[in-house]
């Protein structure tokens, strides 16, 4: 009888649940997205999100809310952020490389999922800034066009250049071989800056009070009949579009009470 002694290798993480940064991608000064390995335990639903960070210099954990911005059933996970020089977390973090690892707590959680949804016509998706995380994942998820004839995505930034990562994963949606087919133009897209010259120019707050937004894609307006709504950005914005949601109707629903918009914080810092 031979005994084995040999251990097997057995990878260890350098990290409490660490994952491994596969790409980084920056889009501006000040914007930057990157992918990572996805815990195979994580289950979660397109638009929520979870704690990551870096271990801060005195051994613990520094740990910030990201919206996950890749969909349900991708192999990895994508976040979009902001570069705040002086930010705890962010002037680290944007010096991310492929290989190294960060710290991933795998517990999602998060309002702008279709679950705090009554069923609807038209799904809108207002957001400012890095807002447009979630939706990134929303708009790649079956879910949003089996449950929604349209889908009309606006988003608010200062400058042209900071709409580049949100308008490209847009214009890669017809070509997706997952959900390619069901997109099939259901997306409208409204861009808006706030800071620079383009076609569109001003918050949607503005426009959405003034009709613009109605006039250029030719619709009615929004009533709580047809439309549903998730909203993120800052606190500023989503309280403004709290209130213009409800001046159309729509009441602010959540996971365990649907109704017709939802409302969450974009990461900030
Ligand atoms: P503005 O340039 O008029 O402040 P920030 O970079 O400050 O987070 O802002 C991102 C975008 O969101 C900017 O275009 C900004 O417009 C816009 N914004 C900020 N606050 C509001 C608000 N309360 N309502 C609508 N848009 C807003």
Redesign the pocket.
């Known amino acids: 009888m031979t005994s084995v002694t040999d251990t097997p290798a057995v990878k260890v993480p350098t990290l409490p649940d660490a994952q491994t940064v596969t790409s980084v991608k920056h889009w501006t000064d000040s914007l930057f997205s990157f992918r990572v390995t996805r815990p195979q335990s994580l289950r979660f639903r397109s638009g929520e999100f979870v704690m990551i960070g870096l271990m801060g210099d005195n051994g613990r954990p520094l740990l910030r809310a990201y919206s996950i911005a890749s969909p349900s059933w991708d192999d990895e996970l994508e976040f979009y952020s902001i570069k705040v020089q002086d930010g705890p977390l962010t002037s680290r973090l944007q010096h991310i490389q492929p290989g190294d690892e960060i710290i991933l707590r795998p517990k999602p959680v998060g309002t702008l999922v279709h679950d705090a949804l009554l069923p609807g016509k038209r799904l809108w998706f207002f957001a ?2 890095t807002g447009f995380a979630p939706f990134a994942s929303l708009l790649r998820e079956p879910d949003t066009y089996e449950k929604y004839d349209e889908i009309i995505i606006t988003h ?3 400058n042209v250049a ?1 709409l580049t990562y949100g308008r490209e994963l847009i214009e890669s949606l017809d070509d997706d071989p997952l959900i390619g087919e069901m997109v099939a133009g259901k997306v409208r897209y409204y861009p ?4 620079e010259e383009s076609p569109t120019m001003g ?4 426009l959405l009070l003034d009709g613009t937004v109605f006039r250029d894609l030719g619709i009615d307006g929004i009533s709580a009949d047809n439309d549903r709504a998730m909203v993120c ?2 606190l ?2 989503n ?3 709290k209130e213009i949601l409800e001046g159309f109707g729509l009441n602010e629903g959540a996971n365990s009470d649907p109704k017709e918009f939802v409302v969450e914080k ?1 990461f ?1 810092g």
Request: charged fraction near 25%; charge should be positive.
């Open positions: 400012t800034g608010t930034c200062r900071e808006t800056t706030t800071r918050r949607i707050t503005t950005g800052s500023g914005f309280k403004d579009m974009a900030v």
